[in-house]
């Protein structure tokens, strides 16, 4: 089947807090969103990697140094994660029967758990990566106190890429609310709410991170350089 990928790419990184949004910060020369779009467009089986990003121009300078270009789409982001996604699959090519969608803060996935998922949507029509708990969730009161307490062994953290029925995940992005728009993060809540449809769970590999705080572009330095990538 054909596949097509969604990277979204805009936001300010707040959490990060360097003077330059997260997705341009060089880590070893190059750009942090460039190594997940020098990965997949290097797969055969992948049509079309689609970016959202805040700063069009900017991207698309970075992008003039692939030596193959032209499977690659830039389009505007927008101010959440979900509009970004939103904006993106409109430009998705039809002939994409499957979408994926991952984040540009995480450069480095292997091949094996890419297609691993795109098995798994193909049968299920979603799937995504998580991870055991590290911490303990509680959720305080108003005041700042405890309110409750999650059992940690009962829940994982959702990670990406995450990968969809290309019509499925255009369903459910068509159907999402403005409080989702604001104040979801995840995709496959979306395709569930919208859709009915339940995602597979996909146990990932422990070195499965996003660049959030400031700590993981070490991590990131380390594990690329490790890589040789
Ligand atoms: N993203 C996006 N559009 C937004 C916000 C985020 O395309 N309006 C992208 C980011 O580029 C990132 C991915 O979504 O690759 C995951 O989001 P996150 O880590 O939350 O990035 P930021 O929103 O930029 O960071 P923060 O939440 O710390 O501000
Ligand atoms: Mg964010």
Known sequence: SRVGVVLPAAGSGERLGSAVPKQYIQILGKPLFMYAVEQLI???????????????????????????????VVTLGGTSRHESI??????????????????????????????????????HGA???????VSTVVQPDLNGFLHATLVRKNFLNSETP???SAAILKAAY??????ERIN????????HRHCN??????PGP????????????????????ALDC
Do not use: N
Not at 174 to 179: A, I, L, T, V
């Open 42 to 72: 290097s797969f055969s089986w992948v049509k079309t990697v689609v970016l959202a990003a805040d700063d069009v121009a900017t991207m698309r300078h970075f992008l003039s140094s692939l030596d193959d270009p032209s499977k690659v």
């Open 174 to 179: 068509s159907k999402m609310s403005d409080e």
């Open 162 to 164: 995450q990968a969809f």
């Open 86 to 123: 939103s904006r993106a699959l409109k430009v998705l090519p039809d002939e994409c029967e499957i979408a994926i969608v991952h984040d540009a803060a995480r450069p480095i996935v292997s091949e094996q758990v890419w297609k691993g998922l795109v098995l798994e949507a193909a049968e």
């Open 127 to 133: 799937a995504g990566l998580t991870r055991p708990l």
């Open 206 to 225: 422990s070195d499965l991170w996003k660049v959030t705080i400031p700590r993981d572009l070490h991590v990131c330095e380390g594990t690329l350089s």
């Open 184 to 191: 979801g993060t995840e995709c496959l809540d979306l395709v």
């Open 197 to 202: 449809v339940r995602a597979k769970l996909v």
